[in-house]
Structures are given as C-alpha cells and as structure tokens.
C-alpha cells in the first residue's frame, strides 16, 4: 500500500460523498484537533485503516450528506466519521488484493486523537484549508 492511493481514495470520498473540495495538503493548511474513526479489515491482508477530520470539517461533511437539518451534535459528527471512514476503507481495499478479493471490514468505531501506531502509512489531505490524515497499519505475516 502506498501514500498515493491513500489520498486518491480519501479525495474521492471527501468530494463524492461529503461533497468537499479535497486536495493534497500544501504548507498552508491548518492542522486542528480532530475527532477519527477506524475500521479493521480481514481478507487476503488485514490490517486497520483510520480516517481524523478536524471538527469544522465534519461538521461541514454533516451539512452537505445529511441536509441543513444536521443539528452538529457529537453524536451525528462521531456518525458521519464512522461512514467517511467505512466509505475510505471500501475505496481502497479493492486496490489491495487480488481482482475479486473479499475482505470483512469491522463497525467504524471512534478512536481517541493520538498516533496511527508503529508502520503505519500516513496520507495529508486538505479540505478547506484544514488537514485530514487517513492511516493505515497492515499486519505482518501470520499476524
């Protein structure tokens, strides 16, 4: 897995599903406390995939996907987290196994802020000038 498909995957998600402009992150862009979510995954590779949003971000995506009735309450945010990040994972398992692979991906659940854990692979993507990271951690074999 690399950096590259991780942006792809994290660009494609951010402007199809939450309907933001989502590009690769430039020495502007402001990092701020984000809320994450993340996903395990079991196929021909298993490993963890995370996604973090800064807060304004979220609740920008909350907006766009549910309407202006989305109230950007903690628990519709934590839910829109945990569908851009099971949204993330669908995008970018296919480009990691073989053509038909099956993977079994876990509930998205909301992790606390922190680092994405030894090996893993980091990609920046800016949205509105803030940054989100999308990590993945892939265990070795026989782990």
Not at 69 to 72: L, P, W
């Given at each position: 897995m690399n950096i590259a498909v991780l942006t792809q995957a994290a660009v494609r998600t951010f402007e199809e599903l939450c309907f933001l402009d989502a590009q690769p992150v430039t020495d502007a862009s402001t990092r701020a406390p984000t809320r994450g979510a993340r996903v395990t995954f079991r196929g021909?590779?298993?490993?963890?995939l995370t996604v973090r949003m800064?807060?304004?971000a979220l609740r920008e995506a909350a907006d766009n996907m549910l309407g202006p009735?989305?109230?950007?309450s903690p628990?519709?945010?934590d839910d829109v987290a945990r569908e851009i990040t099971n949204v993330v994972c669908g995008h970018v398992l296919p480009l990691m196994g073989d053509?038909?692979?099956v993977f079994d991906i876990s509930a998205p659940a909301m992790v606390d802020a922190g680092d994405a854990g030894p090996g893993a692979q980091t990609a920046e993507v800016c949205i509105g000038g803030m940054?989100?990271?999308v990590s993945m951690t892939l265990e070795t074999a026989g782990g």
């Open positions: 021909p590779r298993r490993g963890t800064p807060e304004a009735q989305s109230d950007g628990p519709v945010l053509e038909g692979a940054v989100a990271t």
